[in-house]
């Protein structure tokens, strides 16, 4: 069995016969129209309005759907060595909490610090992809070197993070936050952030040696290791880099919300998890791209703000979206399947 494996061919973009295979993502992105299509049609059949011919509801289902799609390119590059985090939503509450508190503002009557108010933007940013950053790092090195399972690893920090989150201001929101802070969730920044890291991590996945490790020790381990890898340092980078991003989406998530709240971020690891699988990343590790993953996240996207649009229950919402992520992990079993024979 040759188990050489490159970037392109983990991702998808290997040949058969001389043939070049066609994009992976191109199936993806029929399916996103074909979603779109539907609720155009169920629209106005029930609704008498187009679901696609509205701006505004467009810009919104975009705006809501970045801060996963930041938080979704992290753990696709972790789901890709063959791990999981389950932390990243706790890890989006507790860097919103503890950076919103270095940036509020002098005139806010309840500041937390009055001492540390009004601090240039650049110091509760900083001060946020550390937290998240130091977070990836603890879940990276007990997976690499006490060889946890990634899925307790993580669960651990998604309960210690959700904890750290609530007990840093006993569970009260924190307001009053800078102007200068406020800006990077205003306006089209949130999509601009997601699409600037998705293009950062498409290139590092797919032409440098950063991706190739990481393709290859999704797909072989031992393999991976006899070729000279250096595993367990580069799971650390990875859920360093997880991390680091989830602490990116706090930033967003308190700057566009203009307030932080220790219930910020709960259930987005399994949002970002389905966005990389509904984007034909494998659980089973080493296939997936970031490309997959934006369309995954937008479908996410389409289907929440079409369901509103429909006027269809939250709770239907929930069903119908569980049942979508175990479609897409049975399909990604039968390619595996597939592919083996």
Known sequence: MNTNVTANDAAGHGTAHGRRKLPPELNIFLVLIGIALVFEVLGWLFVGQSFLMNPQRLTIMILQVSVIGIIAIGVTQVIITGGIDLSSGSVVGMTAMIAAGFAQSSTWSRVMYPALADLPAIVPIAIGLLIGLVAGLINGALIAYTRIPPFIATLGMMVSARGVSK???????????????????????????????????????????????????????????????????????????????????????????????????????????????????????????????????????????????????????????????????????????????
């Open 167 to 341: 007990w840093y201001t006993k569970g009260q929101p924190v307001s009053g936050l800078t102007d200068q802070f406020t800006f990077i969730g205003s306006g089209i920044w949130p999509v601009v952030i997601f699409l600037a890291v998705a293009v950062i991590f498409h290139i590092a996945l797919r032409y440098t040696r950063y991706g190739k490790f990481t393709y290859a020790i999704g797909a072989n381990v031992q393999a991976a290791r006899v070729s000279g890898i250096n595993v367990e340092a580069h799971l650390v980078k990875v859920y360093a880099i997880a991390g680091a991003l989830a602490g990116l989406a706090g930033l967003v998530t308190a700057a566009r919300a203009q307030t932080a709240q220790a219930g910020m971020g709960v259930m987005y690891e399994l949002d970002a998890i389905a966005a990389a699988v509904i984007g034909g990343t494998s659980l089973a590790g080493g296939v997936g791209r970031i490309t997959g993953t934006v369309i995954g996240t937008v479908i996410l996207g389409v289907m929440t703000s079409g369901f509103t649009f429909l006027r269809v229950d939250a709770y239907y919402q929930e069903i119908i979206k569980g049942a979508i992520i175990v479609a897409a992990v049975v399909t990604d079993v039968y390619r595996q399947k597939k592919r083996k024979t």
